[in-house]
């Protein structure tokens, strides 16, 4: 068991001080090598006692192999691959044969030592799946932001959607609904209000809560139960085995065919050829070796693969869908302009109503707001939010309701604002989003705000394009906005998808993956989740939200998107490894029954080249491991196309429906020059 880290509070997500898993050389190859040592020195000789110490010493070796088969015929009622090998063993220790069933036992335990070492690997560098992050906290009457790590045992943690519990504790304040599969397994989504208990891992997905800290670190229900996680996870980090199925259903006939053979010939040697036929066995060592080595030269080099599953998924990927903010924009928010609806609301107004609303939301938008409020020197309310999303904030301000949301979060609450003005502002046009401000469901303005394209962008784009694969742009921003970024990115205007709420987001993805073999998602925000977990592989950042950093498959930790492109093309030659390591075993396996059976190959030679083969296919699949660092293109330009003819280009004649048209059956897209 890994040791309890000591000091009662720890950070919450911080790497635990665990002792890793280690291989037991002594005890898995003491009896496997000493009954090849025995029947190498001790048969020649043939001294009395010999074939009776060889044979209780191989029998000892065999134990293992027999106790695993027995347990799979127990457990399942039929039998696998382990029962070739087994009866191999056995007839050729009955016989007296020990050298090739010892040869056997040592050559397949050191291809499982090499894929256990593997797997060790990479799960003593894998790096740390949860960012110490900051939470808003009550302690001692004053509110103040606080890291994880600096958490103490009755501070009241604020949380909104999205955000995951740093320690077990009791609801002091709010209601919301709480997603606790990672301690229950399933879908657990269970509502929590005041007085309800509340553990470490848990995300708010609804609502927003305070949160009393009871238990943090070590001592939370969380850290307890990873101690058996961490003890076991490496022992099942294998990917599932190709041919084993096939492999399984061929053990009766391998059996069959020894007995025809046997009765045919009457020699046992050749009899005993078909039960070699265990390429599932082979398999099942060699080609997990390759993945567990990718996912841990991919983790060295910043890039987090949740599976081998995922690792497979991501190598079939011939589309990816990205979400514009956060994604392919910066995080960081720009306030632009602010434009009042009334002629008796200010700028300064506009901007204390909306600033107010939106002081403890810990979102970029609602930051930068308050961080231009604060520079405009607009003095603040402090007020908390009663809801909020990426979307938008509802709060109460000096008794008034305050809304500072999107056309569509206004919408969603029956709040009507002027269709037309929300489209063709030229703000919109030059990627500048809009946030309404209501009080009291009236619209008081607009604040017109900005999002810098990643550096990065232009050339994940265009490097994903000479991989193969077609790129989408789908986000809930406006049309005028979306279709900005996709044009200087190069992304062709039937690939977006602008307006798209949550729901949209689902359904666009469930029919882009009935056009695509498999289809990716990269998104940070909450919104994002669930396309994320409709993809085929979901992609996020280190620094993203809880929900959407917890949703993703692959998490690109140095928070760039051109570690995307080097996953994908480290996938691919993953998968590329598996394949040849299954053709060399299977080959290997067929050459091996065939010379057997009519060539009389000897069990020697046999053993050397069915096991050699599977020792070989491991060899080659550990080349990940050697790899060199990960090298990313040279940025040469942040964008495929300038932004000068943006105003120029007539989107009336070219305008779309948003993602009506993809979800309508129509082409509807909007065209671009």
Not at 149 to 177: C, E, S, Y
Request: aromatic content about 6%.
């Amino acid at each position: 068991m890994p040791p309890r880290r000591q000091g009662g509070t720890a950070a919450a997500g911080d790497e635990t001080a665990a002792v890793q898993p280690t291989i037991d050389y002594g005890e898995r190859f003491k009896y496997p090598v000493l009954a090849l040592g025995i029947s190498v020195v001790a048969t020649p000789l043939e001294w009395p006692f010999a074939p009776a110490v060889v044979g209780i010493v191989l029998a000892r070796a065999a134990f293992p192999l027999w106790k695993r088969t027995l347990a799979y015929l127990k457990r399942t009622g039929r039998p696998n691959a382990d029962l070739l090998d087994s009866l191999w063993v056995l007839v050729h220790g009955a016989t007296g044969e020990a050298l090739a069933p010892a040869l056997a036992i040592c050559l397949t335990e050191t291809a499982r030592v090499l894929r256990d070492l593997t797997a060790i690997t990479g799960e003593r560098r894998k790096p740390d799946r949860v960012p110490n992050r900051q939470y808003w906290i009550e302690r001692k009457g004053r509110r103040r932001l606080v890291l994880a790590k600096d958490l103490q045992a009755g501070d009241q943690v604020i949380l909104g959607p999205g955000d995951r519990v740093p320690g077990d504790g009791v609801v002091v304040g709010g209601d919301g609904l709480i997603d606790e599969h990672d301690l229950l397994g399933g879908a657990r989504l269970v509502p929590r209000g005041v007085s309800d208990e509340v553990y470490a891992a848990s995300l708010l997905t609804q609502g927003r809560l305070v949160v009393e800290m009871r238990r943090l670190g070590a001592e939370t229900r969380m850290a307890q139960l990873a101690e058996t996680i961490e003890e076991r996870s490496w022992k099942e980090t294998r990917i599932g085995n190709y041919m084993e199925e096939i492999g399984n259903r061929a053990v009766l006939p391998a059996i069959g065919a020894s007995a025809l053979v046997f009765a045919a010939t009457a020699n046992l040697s050749r009899a005993m050829a078909p039960l070699q036929l265990d390429f599932a066995q082979g398999i099942g060592i060699s080609a997990p070796v390759p993945v567990l080595a990718s996912l841990h030269h991919a983790a060295r080099n910043r890039i987090l693969i949740r599976s081998g599953h995922a690792l497979e998924q991501l190598a079939k990927v011939d589309a990816v869908v990205f979400d514009k903010t956060g994604t392919l924009t910066e995080r960081g928010v720009e306030v632009g302009a602010l434009e009042t609806s009334l002629s008796s609301v200010s700028e300064a107004e506009l901007l204390y109503w909306a600033a107010s609303a939106s002081r403890y939301v810990l979102l970029p938008f609602s930051a930068a707001l308050v961080s231009h409020a604060e520079t405009r020197g607009v003095a603040l309310t402090a007020s908390d939010p009663l809801d909020y999303s990426d979307s938008g904030v509802l709060a109460k301000v000096d008794g008034a309701e305050i809304i500072v949301g999107t056309f569509q979060f206004l919408a969603s609450r029956g709040i009507p604002v002027d269709a037309g003005y929300h489209r063709r502002h030229d703000g919109v046009i030059l990627n500048r989003s809009i946030r309404y401000v209501v009080r009291d469901r009236e619209v008081l303005g607009a604040i017109f705000f900005s999002n810098a394209l990643r550096r990065e962008s232009a050339v994940t784009i265009e490097t994903l394009r000479r991989m193969g694969i077609t790129c989408y742009l789908l986000t809930g921003d406006t049309s005028k906005s979306a279709n900005a970024v996709a044009y200087q990115l190069g992304i062709r205007p039937g690939c977006t998808f602008a307006e798209a709420s949550p729901e949209h987001k689902v359904e666009v993805l469930r029919r882009l993956r009935r056009k695509h073999e498999a289809v990716a998602y990269v998104g940070d925000g909450i919104n994002d989740a669930p396309a994320m977990s409709r993809a085929d592989v979901a992609v996020s950042f280190q620094q993203a939200t809880d929900l959407a950093r917890e949703t993703a498959d692959v998490v690109l930790l140095d928070d760039g998107l051109q570690g995307l492109c080097y996953g994908i093309e480290t996938a691919r030659e993953a998968m590329r490894l598996v394949h040849r390591n299954i053709v060399a075993v299977t080959a290997a396996n067929i050459a091996v029954v065939a010379g057997g059976i009519f060539f009389d190959l000897s069990t020697v030679g046999a053993v050397v080249v069915n096991n050699g083969a599977s020792l070989l296919a491991c060899l080659n699949g550990m080349r990940p491991l050697y790899s060199g660092e990960r090298r990313d293109p040279e940025i040469e330009r942040t964008t495929l196309r300038d932004d000068e003819g943006l105003l120029g280009i007539p989107w009336r004649k070219r305008g779309r429906a948003g993602v009506d048209g993809i979800l309508g059956g129509h082409s509807g897209h909007a065209g671009l020059a």
